[in-house]
Every structure is written in C-alpha cells, then in structure tokens.
Nanobody, 120 residues
Framework: EVQLVESGGGLVQAGGSLRLSCAAS????????IGWFRQPPGKERERVAR???????YYADSVNGRFTVSRDDAKRTLYLQMNSLKPEDTAVYYC??????????????WGQGTQVTVSS
C-alpha cells in the first residue's frame, strides 16, 4: 500500500520556523520526483517546492529564499524547512510524489496533508 504521511505542522508566529516531514512507503521512493504543495483557505492547491530523483530543485517564487526542500532516500523521507514564515503561508501542506511511466502518463501519490497556521 502506497503511503505518504506528513508531520510537523502546527501553529507558529510570523517570523518563526517549522520543519515538515513526509515519510513514504509502498513504492520505489528514489525513482520519484517528490515535493510539497499547499492549499490556503479558499484557494487552489499550488506547488511549493519539488526535488527530482537526480536532485534538481524547484521553488515557488513566494517561498524561494525562505524554504528549503530536501530528501533522504535511505530514510524514504522528504523534508521542508520553512523559515521566516508569514501569515500568507497559512495552508494545508501536502506531500506529493510523481513518476513518468509513459509518454504523457505520470503516476501521482499524495499525502493526507498537515495544517500550518502562521499568526500575525
């Protein structure tokens, strides 16, 4: 059974830090690009950060310079270090894994989400 289990969310004051973790099981973790999405209240889900199996990294402009994504393939775990948090970072954060299996055909796995709330 495929599982992505997030942890580390919570309530923090603006300017503070949190570290999210995502523990993966049930699939070949190091074959996948993995990353984080978030969904603020009343808004659509958006990509926050992504790291490929070869280590290429992408950040959304809104978090670049404040967030750091990393992966530990031996532990099958993804991390998101979030610093200098802002109220607009408040959202449910989702772990995501993606692998291309054929032309224009990808496999996607999602976690259940963890709430991050930043107070002003």
């Amino acid at each position: 059974e495929v599982q992505l289990v997030e942890s580390g969310g919570g309530l923090v004051q603006a300017g503070g830090s949190l570290r999210l973790s995502c523990a993966a099981s049930g699939f070949t973790f190091d074959d996948y690009a993995i990353g984080w999405f978030r969904q603020p209240p009343g808004k659509e889900r958006e990509r926050v950060a992504r790291i490929t199996s070869s280590g290429e990294i992408y950040y959304a402009d809104s978090v670049n310079g404040r967030f750091t994504v990393s992966r530990d393939d031996a532990k099958r775990t993804l991390y998101l270090q979030m610093n200098s948090l802002k109220p607009e970072d408040t959202a449910v954060y989702y772990c995501h894994a993606q692998k291309r299996v054929a032309i224009e055909a990808d496999v996607h796995h999602w976690g259940q989400g963890t709430q991050v709330t930043v107070s002003s």
